[in-house]
């Protein structure tokens, strides 16, 4: 599977921005979802998961609440819409998949290792 991201930018605080990632194939019920964010100076992080079957979600509790990951499978499609957008959301988002069904938070946590990745969108946030 491919997967290339787009809709990144530079926002303003407090702002939404809505990340796309186009897949080469239908992810649902095939592949476990996750993006990813890669900040200067730090690790890389797991903001939002959906495991295979789509009905378990996970998402990194600083964006809980603002951050909401979607996919449209007509489309061949992943989302991530972040609203409410603050300075430290800043950095380079990726998109990654995995032909597994774990929990979603194993993704996001590390425990579990997606095997595929796009090569990301930068997302901005400052005034």
Request: with cysteine.
């Amino acid at each position: 599977i491919q997967l290339t991201e787009s809709g990144g930018g530079l926002v303003q605080p407090g702002g939404s921005l809505l990340l796309s990632c186009a897949t080469s194939e239908t992810t649902s019920n095939w592949y476990s979802i996750g993006w990813f964010r890669q900040a200067p100076g730090k690790e890389r992080e797991g903001m939002a998961c959906m495991k295979s079957s789509g009905d378990e979600l996970y998402y990194e509790p600083s964006v809980d609440g603002r951050f909401i990951m979607s996919r449209d499978d007509a489309k061949k499609t992943i989302y991530l819409q972040m609203n409410n957008l603050e300075p430290e959301d800043s950095g380079v988002y990726c998109s990654a998949a995995d032909p597994s069904g774990f929990p979603a938070n194993y993704y996001c946590t590390g425990m579990i290792s997606f095997d595929h990745w796009g090569r990301g969108t930068q997302v901005t946030v400052s005034s």
